[in-house]
């Protein structure tokens, strides 16, 4: 069965790095998202793309957050410089329609 | 803002006991999802449900969608050991693809 796909599973970075999080989507979905978890803490949606660009954004999703399909089948969620609260499980989701699928998640500790 | 309030947060039950957990709203949403969360992992998709009064039914899980498209329950019946975790119910925005989640019933069914 397909399914969304993320790397690496956990990432440590230092404050003030920039992280790359990675997402495979299930192969024929057209849109695309990012969500984040805080520990103990709501699902929360972060970006959605569609045909090659940004169709709706969450207000945490600052100047600090890009996304990109850099081929046919990968999609990016980078950090730019990385504060000590962007500290979440990110999850990436597909679907071809309102059905999301999720990804297993990338853990993201920043020190 | 779109929120969704699940009830109650935390159940925890015997083993062949029947349990309803509530997703309440004040907004309308274009569909609802019910998901399931292991810790560490992603939301698994559980199901979908569109039309407003409509019931799906997954072995002993039974979901409702509510009339007007703002609420929904999910029914479990004879409760077993195997559906300890966290189920998330999420919304679909109207005009919008993002999910809107709520926080969680954590389900705990002891033998």
């Known amino acids: 069965e397909p399914e969304v796909t993320q790397t690496p599973s956990h990432q440590v970075t230092q404050m003030g790095q920039e992280v790359i999080l990675r997402c495979v989507p299930i192969s024929n979905h057209l849109y695309f998202y ?27 999703f600052d100047d600090q957050f890009s996304v990109e399909r850099p081929d046919g089948s ?13 500290s979440a499980m990110y999850f990436c989701a597909s679907s ?3 059905e999301q699928f ?6 993201l500790t920043v020190l | ?15 062949g006991e029947n349990l309803t957990v509530y997703c309440n709203s004040s907004s309308v949403f274009s569909s609802l999802q019910w998901y399931r969360q292991e810790p560490g992992e ?6 979908t449900v569109v039309t407003g009064g409509e019931v ?3 072995k002993r899980l039974t979901f409702q969608f509510g009339d007007a498209r703002k609420d929904s329950s999910l029914h479990i019946t004879a409760a077993q050991p195997g559906d300890t975790g966290l189920y998330l119910c999420a ?10 989640f709520g926080q969680g019933t954590r389900l705990t069914i002891n033998p």
């Open chain 1, 74 to 86: 990968n999609f990016t969620l980078k950090i730019r410089s990385t504060k000590l609260e962007d």
């Open chain 1, 96 to 98: 071809f329609y309102d």
């Open chain 2, 42 to 47: 992603g939301p698994v998709l559980l199901v």
């Open chain 1, 102 to 107: 999720f990804g297993p998640g990338t853990r």
């Open chain 1, 34 to 60: 990012w969500y984040r978890q805080i520990l103990g803490q709501k699902v929360e949606f972060l970006v959605s793309f569609y045909n090659n660009e940004i169709s709706e954004k969450s207000e945490i």
């Open chain 2, 56 to 58: 799906k039914k997954l």
């Open chain 2, 1 to 15: 803002t779109q929120l969704l309030e699940q009830s109650p947060q935390f159940l925890s039950i015997q083993e």
């Open chain 2, 91 to 100: 919304g679909v925005v109207q005009g919008a693809q993002k999910l809107v």
